[in-house]
């Protein structure tokens, strides 16, 4: 079983590795300048201050593992749909379903393992590299460092577990596959039946609905007491789960809408329906870049709603200098989680065209050219990347500004005021968005172009 999957699985996990040795890196790096941070200060910098540095680094870890592991879990999700009739021949010769999926979810540990490895030595190595050039520069003073600060052990134990998990999550479609798919082509498996999908779907809207009301509570308690951000943040987590758990509704609606954008040639209106033939495919594709857009953006916006309610307050110029300072350098840390999806989301557009081999090679045949057939995967990318920019830039705004509001209402006595929006934060997103959408279409649509039509139609 394992020689029937092991050139499959070494061709798969490619970006997989690039995202577990990212978030091993991301986790490293911090663990590392925190300690350096407190070799300066000496002292000074043990006890609470030192508890305080270590768990802002753990709550942007944290968020870049979230990230990752719900990337990893969708990227494994979807190289088991392409497996489907190798994982149906090898049920039809025996094997159990329970079996496959411990199979998969060993992949995933070996993934873990080795791109948590590849990140805590090169983590630990451009840490280094850093503090040289920074002290060589007269930015840091030219003390005694640490080597390696054990606690970077923490982020790479994380990172193995959250891969393993998220290989067993994603593997679970195994459990779904029936030996008499052996005989047809690759095919999406769904999850469960209606009566599983209906009981999600209904379970996600009472998540959206009751977040949404204490959402909206922590906004109003938090004209009176800055607790109210306490039951914003509960609004929030729970809102954004409801998001998640009935993101397989969600994302296609959206998707259906913006296929309408990009008008009625054929390359065009095949994107928009291979966006929504299969919603599971293109909701995996899309969520990581979903959560990434929303981290970075939801941030940013709460971090400028004060910085004007601070000014409207105290009338400050430093307090705005330093808000300034930290926006850069919180929103440049959460957007590594940014990077993080993107890199996921070229992973699965990568793997869904490789599991459409025999689909592009009809679209050949029939007379589509390359240009089209290039055009159609260009207009997939573009499509998901508009998706989940437009609705991570709605989310993120909300949540960013509920957050100022519950927080600061009552501090700055100006009642309820609208958020104010980072220009400069959404431009870039906009931006980088534009550059993904192009970039995630490059590879697949050559490796689709490369294929012959007769090579694509004979590979059943």
Not at 31 to 60: H, K, N, P, S, W
Not at 283 to 301: D, S, Y
Request: with cysteine; net charge positive.
């Amino acid at each position: 079983m394992r020689a029937a999957t092991g050139s499959t699985a070494r061709n798969d996990h490619g970006s997989s590795i690039l995202v577990t040795a990212l978030a091993s890196f991301f986790g490293v790096v911090l663990i590392q300048a925190t300690a350096f941070l407190l070799d300066i200060f000496g002292e000074d910098g043990r006890g609470a201050v030192a508890v305080a540095l270590y768990c802002v680094a753990m709550v942007f870890i944290l968020l870049a593992l979230y990230v990752a592991s719900v990337v990893t879990a969708n990227t494994f999700s979807t190289i088991v749909a392409g497996r489907t009739k190798t994982i149906a021949l090898l049920r039809l010769l025996g094997a159990s379903g329970r079996e496959l999926r411990r199979s998969v979810s060993r992949e995933g540990l070996s993934v873990g393992l080795f791109g948590a490895t590849v990140g805590l030595v090169i983590g630990v190595a451009l840490s280094h590299l850093a503090r040289a050039v920074a002290v060589s520069a007269g930015k840091l003073p030219d003390v005694a460092s640490t080597t390696v600060q054990p606690l970077v052990a923490l982020p790479v134990v994380i990172v193995v577990g959250t891969t393993w998990g998220a290989s067993y999550v994603g593997a679970k479609r195994v459990l779904d596959v029936t030996p008499i798919q052996a005989t047809g082509a690759i095919v999406e498996t769904h999850d469960g039946g209606s009566r599983r999908r209906r009981a999600r779907t209904t379970f996600a809207i009472i998540l959206i609905a009751g977040g949404a009301m204490l959402l909206g509570l922590g906004v109003i308690v938090g004209t009176m007491t800055p607790a109210g951000v306490l039951v914003a943040f509960a609004g929030g987590a729970a809102s954004f789960t409801g998001i998640m758990v009935g993101a397989h509704r969600i994302v296609p609606w959206i998707l259906r809408h913006v296929g309408r954008l990009f008008g009625n040639a054929p390359a065009a209106r095949l994107a928009a329906a291979n966006a929504t033939r299969y919603p599971e495919r293109s909701t995996r594709t899309a969520l990581g870049l979903l959560i990434g857009v929303t981290l970075v953006v939801t941030f940013a916006v709460a971090m400028y709603t004060y910085r004007a309610m601070i000014q409207n307050e105290f009338n400050a110029d430093h307090v705005d200098q330093v808000l300034t300072v930290t926006v850069g350098i919180m929103t440049g840390l959460i957007g590594f989680s940014g990077v993080i999806a993107a890199v996921g989301m070229v992973n699965n557009l990568s793997l869904s065209i490789m599991q459409r081999t025999r689909e592009l090679g009809l679209l050949r045949a029939l007379g589509f050219t390359r240009t089209q057939i290039r055009g159609m995967i260009v207009s997939e990318s573009a499509q998901m990347v508009i998706a989940a920019m437009g609705f991570g830039l709605f989310l993120g705004i909300v949540y960013g500004w509920a957050a100022a509001q519950s927080l600061l209402g009552s501090i700055a006595k100006s009642g309820i005021q609208l958020p104010t929006l980072p220009w400069a934060v959404i431009a870039g997103t906009v931006l980088c968005a534009a550059l993904l959408a192009l970039g995630a279409s490059l590879i697949p649509s050559r490796r689709a172009n490369s294929i012959s039509p007769v090579v694509a139609l004979a590979d059943a």
